[in-house]
């Protein structure tokens, strides 16, 4: 309901109408709509264990095993909507724009540093956060084509050297000296 | 309205109280709060007039004015407000994601092919507009960081050389014979 009506139209009314319960049973077990939303918008994989997989191997090749987990995860039956309205949700609405950012900030952009020893491991996945998103936003949210509708071998084939371009390319500033910290 | 409520919330009674006029007047000159908001959305900019400073000079360097130019206009008093207005929109709403997704797709995705001689100018433009839509969205919108406070010269040093690349680089899918058409 979250992903399809977005957070404002989705009362607990229409919830409880959904799942055919009274809206008393999900205020008594979820408490308040944010709360409710906060648990239907708890990821419900672990970005630890699929950085281990993509990073765990090490840096070569990183950018395309990245690059295919983003995409297989989003394609999933498991966690394809969910990710999709938990997009507009963060798009729309200020909470769920908080809860976005501080789980990019916070259990996203560490993932390479615990894994690599690269210089400026966040800023690097950052990077390559706004081009995968952006990729999602695109294909899974817009429909734009043609990325639509590009096969996913065509697009990790694609996008994986540029993520790896991100984990192991030269990230200098200006002035200190190579981007070696 | 539209970019800080929201299509749902920006009624025009309230659209009508922030403009001190009355709500009948908006009816009569802009019709329809779909028309309206139509309206609010189109572009202020030309995508032509841009893709000539950036695809103009050639595709040496390209990347680079392409990413600035981009930011440049994200951060603008004319049009930044708008921009992120836009993208709010067309993620909870479904009239602003068909007109974003035309706007994107008989607008932007035409531009390289018709300045430079490259293969796959659509397909190409359309990684390059899932990168820099991507950084928008959390530099701007989400306010990711570290993305939301690096200084837009480095972006463009980091960001520029992956679009090059998707401009100049090989697109080759299995099988096509190394990407020329």
């Keep these: 309901m979250f992903a399809e009506a977005g957070y404002r139209d989705a009362s607990l009314r229409r919830i409880a109408a959904v799942a055919e319960v009274d809206a008393a049973l999900i205020s008594h077990y979820f408490g308040s709509k944010d709360e409710l939303f906060a648990e239907a918008m708890a990821l419900p994989f672990d970005p630890g264990e699929l950085a281990e997989r993509v990073f765990g191997p090490g840096i070569e090749g990183a950018g395309e095993r990245l690059c295919a987990a983003f995409l297989a995860l989003w394609e999933s039956d498991a966690y394809g909507r969910q990710l999709r309205g938990l997009m507009r949700a963060a798009a729309s609405d200020e909470r769920a724009a908080e809860r976005f950012r501080g789980f990019v900030q ?5 993932l390479p ?52 371009q991100y984990l192991s390319g030269d990230l200098a500033s200006p002035g200190d000296g190579g981007g070696q910290p």
């Design 106 to 110: 916070s259990r996203v952009l560490p």
């Design 113 to 164: 540093g615990e894994h690599l020893a690269i210089d400026r491991p966040r800023q690097r996945m950052a990077l390559i956060a706004a081009h995968l998103v952006g990729i999602a936003f695109l294909r899974y949210v817009l429909a734009v084509e043609p990325i639509a509708s590009t096969p996913r071998d065509d697009l990790v084939r694609w996008v994986g050297p540029v993520v790896q």
